[in-house]
């Protein structure tokens, strides 16, 4: 199997490993190749989608691709996928396509358990592009005849990936009382489920990806914080956390959203390394 990886990070570094290990032959696009460049059995690719003048010329002729290029800044339109779509030509189009999108797609759930057949509900510009995105590649891929399998990623969490310059800057929280539900997922494992999309999912597809574990965001930083040893965060109410925080930091503290990933479990087949945040976290720090 030929896998073209459209954005290798952390979690495409992560996938690019498994899929060499399992015999695949792997090509991975990156704006930089800081990350990329120490994996070894991969053809690696540096650009960006978002030169407009230049686009890069992907090899996407009959190979799988794992699309996890997220957004630009700004606007409710994921301009790269445009870019990246426009200029697959036809005869080159990929064998099938997932994308990793995002749950923040479903907007603020109070304390209902989202499956995927909850309408999608963006509040906010970020979720907007993500919606968009979705959108682009249903629209490309039905006229192209193209697989499309769609994974909505719960909080990602992991080696690199924890918030210790907030804790260490004793940003508060919001008040648990008022603070929304989350869910995570770890980042190794976030990888191993790609694999699994392209391997079992079928046209059409979405899947909710998280490790069904629910809390609430103070959860998550309270169990960092004493597994370091050191003080919990301070605790706000509503109108000091819109006056301290960021809007994104913000909104992350008060949607709330339960997601249900069961359907994951059972169509993919998926085994967790990190079924749990405590073990999650114990392997993170």
């Not at 952390?10 to 190749?33: N, P």
């Not at 109070?110 to 499956?115: A, H």
């Not at 489920?193 to 597809?205: S, T």
Request: with cysteine; net charge negative.
């Amino acid at each position: 199997m030929n896998l073209l990886i459209a954005g290798c990070g952390d979690v495409g570094s992560k996938v690019a490993k498994i899929a060499v290990q399992q015999g695949m032959a792997v090509t991975a696009f990156a704006r930089s190749g800081d990350r990329a460049a120490a994996l070894q059995g991969i053809t690696l690719l540096t650009g960006s989608l978002d030169d407009q003048d230049h686009p890069p010329l992907l090899p996407t002729k009959g190979v799988e691709v794992i699309y996890l290029i997220p957004p630009p800044g700004g606007g409710i339109r994921d301009s790269r996928v445009s870019t990246f779509l426009q200029n697959i030509k036809e005869g080159d189009e990929p064998s099938k396509i997932v994308y990793l999108s995002t749950t923040s797609v479903y907007g603020d759930c109070g304390d209902r358990l989202i499956d995927e057949t909850w309408p999608v509900n963006p509040a906010n510009h970020t979720a907007r592009r993500r919606c968009d995105a979705e959108e682009q590649f249903r629209a490309w891929c039905a006229v192209r005849h193209i697989p499309l399998i769609i994974l909505r990623v719960s909080g990602i969490y992991g080696p690199g990936r924890l918030p210790l310059q907030r804790i260490q800057n004793r940003e508060p929280l919001l008040d648990a009382t008022i603070s929304g539900y989350t869910n995570r997922i770890h980042s190794e494992d976030l990888a191993e489920i790609c694999l699994k999309a392209l391997e079992r999912g079928d046209d059409g597809d979405i899947f909710n990806v998280s490790d069904n574990e629910i809390s609430k965001m103070n959860d998550y930083f309270n169990l960092i914080t004493d597994m370091l040893g050191v003080e919990r965060l301070p605790q706000v109410g509503l109108d000091e956390a819109r006056r301290v925080m960021s809007p994104l930091m913000f909104g992350y503290m008060t949607e709330s959203r339960r997601i249900d990933s069961s359907r994951m479990f059972s169509k993919l087949g998926v085994k967790l390394k990190y079924p749990t945040l405590l073990e999650g976290l114990k392997a993170s720090l």
